[in-house]
């Protein structure tokens, strides 16, 4: 039976990128994005509520969002989502949910004095570790 994964969100990075390596040298970044939705309630009133959604970029690109991204910058980013479930050292189940990046866009326009956007765009981009490789906890 066919079945379809495919996540695309655009908001705002919530804070700096967090760049780390897998034991191969495999790049992977990790940065939360906040989402709004804006709706007028049976009054009238504007109301707001905000979804702040965990990222996770492999390779190359994950380098980029490191290099070009900063808290606030608005992207957006198509993916598949991917939800793990660990046990904490108390016993208890926990679920963690995040969106696993094919591709990150820069959509505001660069800083003052930052390296071109163009250049950081890349050809090859590896959403998973390769296979065998095990992901370097956060």
Known sequence: M???NHVVLIGNLTDDPELRY???????????IAVNHRWRDRDGNLQ??????????????????VNF?????????????RIDTYQTEEGERRKVAEVVARTVQFLDSRREGAPDEASAKS????????????????
């Open 2 to 4: 066919p079945s379809l």
């Open 22 to 32: 897998t034991q191969s040298g495999v790049a992977r970044a990790r940065f939360s």
């Open 48 to 65: 707001e509520e905000t979804t702040f959604v965990p990222i996770v970029v492999w390779g190359p690109q994950a380098e980029n969002c």
């Open 69 to 81: 991204l900063s808290k606030g910058r608005a992207v957006a980013v198509e993916g598949r989502l």
């Open 123 to 138: 050809p090859e981009v590896k959403e998973t570790p390769p296979e065998g490789e095990e992901e370097v906890p956060f």
